[in-house]
């Protein structure tokens, strides 16, 4: 048997929240890339949830998000994944975004 260990890979990521679902429900915002509502009973005057169930279509089909979970996208245009948060806290860790290209013109001495 052969060890290996799993490349580092850099993605995009966004949580799923309640919040992500209330402004979907009671403001019409929308939902983050990729996240789809399959159904729901609640009442806008009310702001009250009773259920909603949302998805996420995959490459692998659709496939179920809570609030908590973590989209990503998949490397295939238009489609996305949801990771549980104890998942992807487990396996993934924050990268600081490359600070931007200076304009060798604009850097003058005077």
Request: aromatic share 10%; charged share 25%; net charge negative.
């Amino acid at each position: 048997m052969s060890l290996y260990r799993k490349k580092p890979v850099v993605t995009e990521a966004r949580q799923f929240t309640q919040a992500d679902i209330e402004a979907y429900l009671f403001d019409k915002e929308p939902l983050p890339l990729g996240v789809r509502l399959a159904g729901a009973s609640y009442h806008p005057e009310r702001r009250t949830i009773n259920h909603a169930h949302f998805t996420v279509e995959t490459l692998h089909g659709r496939v179920s998000a809570v609030a908590g979970d973590w989209i990503l996208p998949e490397p295939e245009a238009g489609k996305s994944y949801p990771v549980t948060d104890a998942v992807f806290r487990e396996t993934y860790e924050p990268v600081a975004a490359p600070a931007p290209a200076q304009d060798p013109k604009e850097d003058h001495h005077d």
